[in-house]
């Protein structure tokens, strides 16, 4: 297994970054990065400690082909190394990380996400506006994995302030069964095209057949997650099998939600690299979130309208097939 880490790989390029990983078949994982710089993205630094945690519980080998460069402590303070078992080419002084990022965090059990997310908070300094969808998005990405990836070593996280563009982004990444064989324990999906639209439309989850889920588990994370990308006018993506959705951040009607998330401005990519679990990124506008209860307001009734739109076209078609 090969992850080449570059000198940018945030959401609206990632795609480069996943070509450039190689699953391979051998026992060692080798990490790589660019000769002058690196910086990443969550998604990106969540998703290359999911894989060094992986290879470390196989029994592999990782090996560091880093260079001393200005990146190093960055690495360092995000806590990558720690979880791809590598010395880091130089020692580093550790800074608060006080109201800038929250280091990758372990995630294998809900009392290890309700810790994860009282810790994340503070670290950021947050005011209640800002709070509540950080809060809102790595309980519900968290409670995702917990319930459905059914990875060995959990789930990493962790998440970066840019106080330049006001943004907050996220990275979430498992190494478990993947979309595709989450979404056919309870729904018929043909290929893993068909699991990502279901798995992000509102009302369908991989614990039931049931439209509108069960009592524990509405179906609704992603729909959320992914309606709160847009109306923020941010990047949302997931990654997991060989295919690539992501939410693109020009939309012609931001506000207008739609229950297909092929319908909404998008690109989906189907023939990357295989990773075997699930990887999930998001950009939030801290600017736009100033009202999160009226937004949430607004995705409920979206979710509401468009499950009961799929009750009726489903029971119409049991009566007159």
């Known amino acids: 297994m090969r992850i080449f880490l570059p000198n940018s790989a945030h959401l609206q390029n990632i795609e480069g970054?996943?070509?450039?990983?190689?699953p391979g078949t051998g026992r060692t994982l080798r990490v790589a990065g660019h000769e002058k710089y690196i910086h990443l993205h969550p998604f990106a630094l969540a998703f290359t400690a999911c894989a060094g945690a992986t290879?470390?519980?196989?029994?592999?080998?990782?090996?560091?082909?880093?260079?001393?460069?200005?990146?190093?402590?960055?690495?360092v303070r995000m806590?990558?190394?720690?979880?791809?078992?590598?010395?880091?080419?130089?020692?580093?002084?550790?800074?608060e990380?006080?109201?800038?990022?929250?280091?990758?965090?372990?995630?294998?059990?809900s009392d290890e996400l309700?810790?994860?997310?009282?810790?994340?908070?503070?670290?950021?300094?947050?005011?209640?506006?800002?709070?509540?969808?950080?809060?809102?998005?790595i309980s519900e990405l968290g409670r995702n994995v917990l319930e459905h990836a059914r990875s060995d070593v959990g789930a990493f996280v962790c998440a970066q302030y840019f106080k330049d563009k006001k943004r907050i982004a996220i990275g979430i990444a498992d190494s478990g069964r993947g979309i595709l064989d989450a979404i056919r324990q309870s729904h018929p999906a043909k290929s893993e095209e068909d699991a990502f639209r279901l798995a992000l439309t509102p009302g369908i989850?991989?614990?039931?057949?049931?439209?509108?889920?069960?009592?524990?588990?509405?179906?609704?994370?992603?729909?959320?997650i992914r309606s709160i990308a847009k109306v923020s006018g941010n990047f949302f993506v997931m990654y997991s099998g060989s295919t690539l959705y992501k939410l693109l951040r020009k939309q012609e009607q931001p506000h207008l939600l739609y229950g297909n998330a092929l319908q909404e401005g998008h690109s989906l990519v189907l023939d990357?690299?295989?990773?075997?679990?699930?990887?999930?990124?998001?950009?939030?506008?801290?600017?736009e979130t100033a009202n999160f209860s009226s937004l949430l307001s607004i995705i409920r009734k979206s979710y509401s309208i468009d499950v009961k739109k799929a009750r009726k076209a489903y029971y119409k078609k049991i009566r007159f097939v």
């Open 114 to 137: 309700s810790r994860t997310i009282a810790d994340m908070i503070p670290l950021l300094h947050a005011a209640p506006n800002v709070a509540d969808p950080i809060r809102y998005v």
């Open 205 to 224: 989850s991989g614990a039931t057949p049931n439209i509108g889920g069960n009592e524990t588990n509405a179906g609704a994370g992603l729909f959320f």
């Open 79 to 95: 806590r990558l190394f720690d979880y791809l078992n590598i010395q880091p080419p130089r020692s580093v002084q550790e800074h």
């Open 97 to 109: 990380e006080a109201g800038r990022f929250v280091p990758l965090t372990r995630i294998r059990t």
């Open 55 to 75: 290879a470390h519980a196989r029994g592999w080998d990782t090996r560091g082909q880093l260079r001393n460069v200005s990146s190093i402590p960055y690495l």
């Open 17 to 22: 970054f996943l070509r450039r990983y190689t």
């Open 272 to 287: 990357l690299p295989h990773w075997q679990g699930t990887a999930i990124g998001i950009d939030i506008n801290v600017d």
